[in-house]
């Protein structure tokens, strides 16, 4: 289905009846912001001054986008480190309250997400980070008072309202600092502080858990309060220090501004711009990329969810002490970080996202058989276990990239919006979903959730494949009618900041 605006119609009389030479960056349509550093056509950027701008944007955003993410997986782990430290029988505890309190974040992230992607497209974005980290560090500060369930799901649910502005950030933070070709790591430098918290937060859980009964502050209690304030703390730091974007940015000079601006300008993607564009909200409902991106979220953090609530439980449930259990975490970890790191490297070296996808969900579904099928008789068996559970975070991989694809295939500013909104709805939706497929009485081999897994997997294996196809198909067709004359090849890319969509551009190639 093909979608035009008012603009593209303008873009083909322009082929019927003007003079290439005509052909001109359409300034109406650019943000003003933009406006002011862009220039009309293509400004080449030597290599050593790429590496200087990278290394400048580096230091000032991609720091701020790594620690802020551990300190939210940080934030969001403490729930299942305080899972085996007496937060189950302090609070009282039963059946599947632990799992709504896992879940209750994903139903506030569900509920707020349209609205903080809207508000995000319209503030100074940095800022609006900071405040929110500031607000969920003193949430899970105030953890440590709640006496019951239902404080507690209080508590959780204000926390997921307030962290669900942290990965739509990112992704707009990525496409507004950094190259398309740069984004499959950016992305993935951020998102493996998921297994960075795994190994940190093991460490600190396993300082807390050496507290003794005895002190007035239980451990669990001592473990919200720290992460807390240092949260608010990192917070107050980042209202400081990072830039909304580059033309804002007073920490680098005008030129440097302007060559910011200039080097993404290959993206196509565009930077920023505050117009509604209702014929873009249209195009992202009615593109397939868009439900296959939710789908990808989905069946990736149905099990991700889980798995991580979860994972001290079930570790703990291979016959290993508590002490080992935290430890066994930081494994789990580090083999997470690998995993992300090395599939980054992959897309990098070979250029093959999807591809590199697939692959990452095959070993999930190897991991996930096993520890169904084989039972724990002797300690031999039990590493066996830890290990398959260890390998069942492989698809980690698989979310990591179809985020970055995000980043990298959708232009139009409220078309982005509104995709990010929809893949961020889906994350919610497979979070929310995760922990209640592992159900108390199924424990602690929880059968059902990974039969569940497996199901998943085989559907985001499809989905894949599909996307793929849809990819080849439409950078195809868009060749098509450059060579048909139907659309002019933009040597210069002097459209790449007016706002158009991914569609609307036929100069535009998606990256598979």
């Given at each position: 289905?093909?979608?035009?605006?008012d603009?593209?119609?303008?873009?083909?009389?322009?082929?019927q009846?003007?003079?290439?030479?005509d052909?001109?960056?359409?300034?109406?349509r650019?943000?003003?912001?933009?406006?002011?550093?862009?220039?009309?056509?293509?400004?080449?950027?030597?290599?050593?001054?790429?590496?200087?701008?990278?290394?400048?944007i580096?230091?000032?955003?991609?720091?701020?986008?790594?620690?802020?993410?551990?300190?939210?997986?940080?934030?969001?782990?403490?729930?299942?480190?305080?899972?085996?430290?007496?937060?189950?029988?302090?609070?009282?505890?039963?059946?599947?309250?632990?799992?709504?309190?896992?879940?209750?974040?994903?139903?506030a992230?569900?509920?707020?997400?349209?609205?903080?992607?809207?508000i995000?497209?319209?503030?100074?974005?940095?800022k609006y980070?900071?405040?929110?980290?500031?607000?969920?560090g003193?949430?899970?500060?105030?953890?440590?008072?709640?006496?019951?369930?239902?404080?507690?799901?209080?508590?959780?649910t204000?926390?997921?309202?307030?962290?669900?502005?942290?990965?739509?950030?990112?992704i707009?933070?990525?496409?507004?600092?950094?190259r398309?070709?740069e984004?499959?790591?950016?992305?993935a430098?951020?998102?493996?502080?998921?297994?960075?918290?795994q190994?940190?937060?093991?460490?600190?859980?396993?300082?807390?858990?050496?507290?003794?009964?005895?002190?007035k502050?239980?451990?669990?209690?001592?473990?919200?309060?720290?992460?807390?304030?240092g949260s608010?703390?990192?917070?107050?730091?980042?209202?400081?220090?990072?830039?909304?974007?580059?033309?804002?940015?007073k920490?680098?000079?005008?030129?440097?501004?302007?060559?910011?601006?200039?080097?993404?300008?290959?993206?196509?993607?565009?930077?920023q711009?505050?117009?509604?564009?209702?014929?873009?909200?249209?195009?992202?409902?009615?593109?397939?990329?868009?439900?296959?991106?939710?789908?990808?979220q989905?069946?990736?953090?149905?099990p991700t969810s889980?798995?991580?609530?979860?994972?001290?439980?079930?570790?703990?449930?291979?016959?290993?002490?508590?002490?080992?259990?935290?430890l066994?975490?930081?494994?789990?970890?580090?083999?997470?970080?690998?995993?992300?790191?090395?599939?980054?490297?992959?897309?990098?070296?070979?250029?093959?996202n999807?591809?590199?996808?697939?692959?990452?969900?095959?070993?999930?579904?190897?991991?996930?058989?096993?520890?169904?099928?084989?039972?724990?008789?002797?300690?031999?068996?039990?590493?066996?276990?830890?290990?398959?559970?260890?390998?069942?975070?492989?698809?980690?991989?698989?979310?990591?990239i179809?985020?970055?694809?995000?980043?990298?295939?959708?232009?139009?500013?409220?078309?982005?919006?509104?995709?990010?909104?929809?893949?961020?709805?889906?994350?919610?939706v497979?979070?929310?979903?995760?922990?209640?497929?592992?159900?108390?009485?199924?424990?602690?081999r929880?059968?059902?959730?990974f039969?569940?897994?497996?199901?998943?997997?085989?559907?985001?294996?499809?989905?894949?494949v599909?996307?793929r196809?849809?990819?080849?198909k439409?950078?195809?067709?868009?060749?098509?009618?450059?060579?048909?004359?139907?659309?002019?090849?933009?040597?210069d890319?002097?459209?790449?900041?007016?706002?158009?969509?991914?569609?609307e551009?036929?100069?535009?190639?998606y990256?598979?």
């Amino acid at each position: 289905m093909s979608i035009k605006s008012d603009y593209q119609n303008y873009l083909d009389d322009e082929i019927q009846l003007g003079d290439p030479s005509d052909y001109q960056t359409n300034f109406t349509r650019i943000d003003s912001e933009v406006a002011k550093y862009a220039s009309d056509a293509r400004i080449d950027i030597s290599p050593e001054d790429n590496k200087r701008l990278k290394r400048l944007i580096d230091k000032r955003v991609l720091s701020i986008m790594i620690f802020t993410y551990f300190l939210q997986a940080l934030d969001k782990g403490t729930m299942s480190f305080a899972s085996i430290m007496g937060i189950r029988e302090d609070a009282h505890l039963v059946a599947q309250d632990y799992s709504w309190l896992t879940t209750c974040i994903y139903l506030a992230v569900l509920t707020v997400e349209y609205p903080t992607n809207w508000i995000i497209q319209r503030v100074p974005i940095a800022k609006y980070l900071s405040i929110n980290i500031m607000l969920w560090g003193t949430c899970l500060a105030l953890h440590a008072a709640a006496k019951d369930f239902v404080g507690l799901v209080v508590l959780r649910t204000l926390l997921g309202a307030f962290e669900a502005c942290c990965q739509p950030s990112f992704i707009v933070l990525s496409s507004m600092w950094y190259r398309r070709e740069e984004q499959a790591q950016t992305v993935a430098y951020w998102y493996m502080m998921n297994g960075g918290q795994q190994i940190v937060g093991g460490l600190l859980a396993y300082s807390f858990s050496n507290i003794p009964n005895s002190a007035k502050l239980l451990s669990w209690q001592a473990l919200f309060i720290s992460y807390g304030i240092g949260s608010v703390f990192w917070g107050f730091f980042v209202f400081c220090y990072m830039p909304d974007s580059p033309m804002r940015a007073k920490c680098f000079s005008e030129d440097d501004k302007r060559l910011m601006v200039e080097r993404v300008r290959d993206n196509q993607t565009g930077i920023q711009n505050r117009t509604f564009r209702k014929e873009q909200v249209i195009e992202a409902f009615c593109d397939p990329q868009t439900w296959c991106f939710a789908l990808v979220q989905l069946l990736t953090t149905l099990p991700t969810s889980g798995l991580g609530a979860f994972a001290n439980i079930v570790i703990q449930s291979f016959h290993f002490s508590v002490l080992q259990t935290q430890l066994l975490a930081m494994v789990l970890g580090a083999y997470i970080i690998i995993v992300l790191l090395g599939s980054a490297y992959l897309v990098k070296r070979t250029g093959q996202n999807t591809i590199v996808m697939f692959c990452s969900v095959v070993p999930a579904i190897g991991g996930s058989i096993i520890l169904m099928t084989v039972k724990d008789t002797s300690r031999g068996i039990s590493i066996l276990l830890l290990i398959s559970y260890y390998v069942c975070l492989s698809f980690w991989a698989c979310a990591t990239i179809g985020l970055a694809l995000v980043s990298r295939n959708v232009a139009g500013q409220t078309k982005k919006t509104c995709v990010v909104a929809i893949n961020f709805v889906s994350w919610a939706v497979g979070n929310s979903i995760g922990p209640q497929v592992f159900l108390s009485w199924n424990a602690p081999r929880y059968y059902i959730a990974f039969c569940t897994h497996l199901g998943c997997y085989a559907v985001l294996l499809s989905t894949l494949v599909f996307l793929r196809w849809w990819y080849i198909k439409e950078n195809a067709r868009k060749d098509k009618c450059i060579a048909d004359g139907f659309a002019k090849k933009d040597d210069d890319l002097k459209h790449s900041f007016e706002d158009l969509t991914d569609r609307e551009n036929y100069n535009f190639r998606y990256v598979y």
